[in-house]
């Protein structure tokens, strides 16, 4: 009966190890891909380039508190809202309204878009 237990404590301790190393491997980075999806549909002709660039659209670094320019931006023209679905307007509505949002290279995102570059700058160090 004892090796019973003993085996059971050994399978949970090796379930617990497994799981922590799960968790410790992933990205710390977490965008939001309805936010991304929309960027994509949205300006089509950035193409590659905002397939590629993923979180670091809005985002910089490791960690998702870092935004760049264009994410801070975002994230006023949002107002508060927070979690957005795939397909709410909120989402559309708030990457047109930035469009006009100087960036830190002192031209406008939507200049930045239309010059097929994508829109976000990390902040200076």
């Known amino acids: 009966m004892q090796s019973f237990r003993w085996t059971n404590v ?10 922590a190393l799960v968790l410790l ?9 309805p936010y991304h999806d929309a960027f994509v549909a949205a300006y089509p002709e950035l193409g590659e ?8 659209v809005c ?6 508190k870092n935004r760049n320019d264009y994410g801070d931006a ?16 909120g989402i559309k509505t708030a990457l047109k309204a930035i469009e006009a949002d100087k ?3 002192g031209k406008t995102f939507g200049e930045l ?7 976000g700058k990390e902040p200076a160090k």
């Open 10 to 19: 050994r399978v949970l301790a090796g379930v617990a190890v497994v799981g």
């Open 25 to 33: 491997g992933q990205d710390s980075v977490h965008a939001r891909k």
């Open 49 to 56: 380039a905002a397939k590629t660039a993923k979180c670091n």
């Open 59 to 64: 985002h910089f670094g490791d960690a998702k």
């Open 74 to 89: 975002m994230v006023k023209a949002l107002a508060g809202k927070k979690n957005l679905k795939e397909g709410d307007e």
């Open 103 to 105: 960036g830190a290279e």
């Open 113 to 119: 878009i239309k010059a097929g570059k994508l829109p």
